[in-house]
């Protein structure tokens, strides 16, 4: 194959005329226009994730292409490891490096409120800080409720602690404002990388197939079906899993609460519920299940090759996992002993790594999930439209 030399691998280019209409491509964003026209002439790795498909129906990269692009990449490095182009060949592609790092800059970029997207950059900090505030004012308030963190055994009565409506009033609002600023993000992202014309509009079909791949999580099985490479060339689908049981442990333990909301207000049965009521054994699988689910992740992210992705990010993918695992911990921990005198301790504790999650979710990794499913989307609704290019040819 007769590949352009390095140096045609510039950013696009475009005449003086229009140069003032593009957005200006930031460091990382060249990189991936860069690498991006390497693969285009390539195409060797076309088969293996949604990313190369919607890459050939390109010749030009612009901003949004890219911040698109980014998000549909799901860091399986299998490019990476077929890749004849990467280190030490001179055209050092290393796509899934390039993508993670414009991946960051979409989500500090698309960001609600904007000046709480630099978060993103200084995830490790932001959550230790918000991991102990929050510790610490649960801790205290049960001190000053209690006046002792082990006040006896209150036959798991949370809400002789904390009232009811008080945890309803704290843990709603702060969800509430994750959720709204993760959605006024992703809208201003999705506003970025569609166009305004009534073909964007997604089908049903195009949603169907977008929602297959968000919870099934299609492109993390290499292309071939063997799973993502994440230590060497080695195939593995345990990352796969591993998200699988994070992300459904995430959902049972969301149902739970809702059911549990809905039982409070609704059928006004108070809790503590009984070992084998529904909202129970909804939060008891889902614990496990982000037990699992985050231990495994962990130790994959730590096997894996630092080519893969951004280390940089590193801390903000580890910090998350940690935190998830340590809610589950936590949270089964309060469920076995919530008949014994640590209960108060076990609650303010448990309610604290909620907080802190909750209060990081907008500013941190949880975002990686919103956008990819947007891109997703997107991906699905355009392959239903024809292809330029091709019709250009015709
Ligand atoms: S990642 Fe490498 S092998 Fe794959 S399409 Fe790009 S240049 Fe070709
Ligand atoms: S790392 Fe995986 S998902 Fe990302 S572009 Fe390469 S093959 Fe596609």
Not at 288 to 310: F, K, Q, S, W
């Amino acid at each position: 194959m007769q590949l352009p030399e390095p140096s045609l691998f510039t950013p696009h280019s475009a005449s003086d005329s229009q140069q003032h209409l593009i957005p200006l491509l930031n460091i990382n964003e060249t990189e991936v226009d860069r690498q991006m026209h390497i693969c285009n002439a390539c195409r060797y790795c076309e088969g293996f994730c949604a990313v190369f498909p919607a890459m050939t129906r390109r010749l030009d990269f612009s901003k949004a292409d890219i911040h698109y692009l980014a998000n549909l990449c799901h860091n399986c490095g299998a490019c990476l490891h077929a890749c004849q182009y990467a280190e030490p060949h001179e055209f050092a592609v290393n796509v899934p490096q390039a993508m993670a790092k414009v991946r960051l800059n979409t989500y500090v970029e698309y960001a609600w409120p904007a000046p709480l997207g630099k978060l993103y950059e200084r995830n490790g900090l932001t959550l230790s800080l918000a991991l102990a505030g929050a510790l610490a004012l649960f801790l205290l308030l049960t001190l000053l409720v209690k006046g002792t963190l082990f006040p006896g055994q209150l036959a798991g009565d949370f809400y002789a602690i904390f009232p009811h409506n008080t945890l309803a009033l704290m843990f709603g609002g702060a969800f509430g404002f994750a959720v709204m600023a993760l959605a006024i993000g992703v809208t201003r992202f999705w506003r970025a990388i569609s166009p305004s014309d009534a073909a964007a509009v997604a089908s049903s079909a195009a949603i169907a197939e977008a929602s297959g791949a968000v919870l099934t999580l299609k492109y993390l099985d290499g292309g071939h079906g063997q799973g993502c490479n994440n230590a060497n060339d080695h195939f593995t689908l345990w990352r796969r899993r591993f998200h699988h049981f994070t992300f459904y442990g995430f959902m049972l333990c969301l149902a739970s609460t809702s059911l549990a909301t809905l039982y409070h207000y609704v059928l006004d049965l108070q809790a503590p519920y009984p070992v084998l009521s529904l909202p129970v054994l909804l939060g008891t699988a889902g614990g496990i299940g982000l037990l699992v689910g985050p231990a495994g992740l962990l130790l994959l992210n730590y096997r894996r090759n630092p080519a893969h992705g951004d280390q940089a990010q590193a801390p903000m993918d580890r910090g998350f996992i940690l935190l998830l695992f340590l809610i589950s911990l936590s949270g089964l921990a309060l469920l076995a002993w919530r008949d014994s005198g640590a209960m108060a301790m076990l609650l303010a504790i448990h309610l604290g790594l909620v907080m802190a999650f909750f209060l990081t979710m907008p500013y941190g990794k949880f975002a990686h999930g919103i956008f990819r499913s947007a891109a997703l989307l997107k991906h699905a609704i355009e392959k239903r439209q024809p292809d330029r290019l091709k019709l250009g040819n015709d």
